[in-house]
């Protein structure tokens, strides 16, 4: 969490100290009187963008609010993209219109999004964190080097199964770079291949694509004298979260649309 929160905190002072030009303080003010009377700073306004909702992400925000009272000077929006890239795209064109010194984003697609974030940065300070675009112009990416961390995953899988066995890797997002260097070097580490470049590695092609509901219903495997039955999908709900019968048979199925972040 300290390290995290390092990085963090990295990201808030590189996005300030390119965002704020000639410094926050307004020029003495002297009276008639002869007495020079202090106005208060300017708070330069900066802006955090997530790739999405998660309690990871919380402590990014408590990183980020810790830096905001150490810096002084800053002021900076937190903002959580509830859907995904589109909402990534509406958060940082409306913080573009509010005329943000600067913004630190951890980019979704960073292949599909560098014409975007080109036109970002041709209006303010871009840097990207967690997640890189590194064909972009942003200023900096400040995070781990994934790859590495796949890598170092991989060895304490080998640590861990010594004799060798079947090793399931469960990714997020493969859109996101991060999520592909992180995916790449677990394999590489665990088949014992040489290290890539990151440039090298792109979006695989080997990834199962997700299944129609009564395609993926024939998948189940049930014991003897069980059936399964499709009773609801997408689109009559969305991001179930829970479901449960009551005493009369009846089902409910609680949907999560967002994080609840006030407890």
């Given amino acids: 969490m300290i390290k995290k929160l390092t990085y963090i905190a990295g990201a808030m002072a590189l996005v300030l100290t390119v965002g704020c030009g000639g410094g926050g303080e307004e020029a003495p003010n002297t009276s008639g009187g002869g007495e020079t009377e202090a106005k208060p700073k300017t708070k330069h306004k900066i802006a955090y963008v997530t790739n999405g909702i998660d309690p990871f992400w919380d402590l990014c925000a408590a990183g980020v609010r810790q830096a905001e009272n150490e810096l002084g000077g800053v002021e900076c929006e937190v903002h959580f993209p509830p ?31 560098t014409k975007f974030l080109n036109e970002i940065a041709s209006s303010t300070k871009l840097i990207t964190h967690d997640a890189d675009a590194p064909k972009s112009d942003r200023l900096v990416y400040i995070g781990t080097d994934n790859y590495k961390a796949g890598r170092a995953l991989g060895q304490l899988v080998k640590e861990a199964i010594p004799d060798g066995g079947e090793v399931a890797i469960f990714v997020g997002r493969l859109e996101q770079l991060n999520a592909r260097q992180r995916r790449q070097g677990v394999i590489d580490e665990l088949l014992d291949r040489p290290s890539q470049a990151l440039g090298q590695i792109t979006k695989p092609t080997d990834a199962p694509n997700p299944l129609p509901p009564a395609e993926s219903l ?11 039955e499709l009773v609801a999908a997408e689109p009559l709900i969305r991001q179930p979260s829970g479901v449960c019968w009551d005493a009369e048979g009846n089902l409910f199925v609680a949907e999560l649309h967002g994080y609840n972040r006030e407890g």
């Fill in 218 to 228: 024939k998948t189940v495997r049930l014991p003897d004298g069980f059936r399964l």
């Fill in 83 to 113: 859907k995904g890239l589109a909402d990534q795209k509406s958060i940082m064109e409306t913080l573009m219109a509010k005329g943000v010194k600067g913004i630190a984003v951890s980019p979704i697609d960073a292949d599909g999004q």
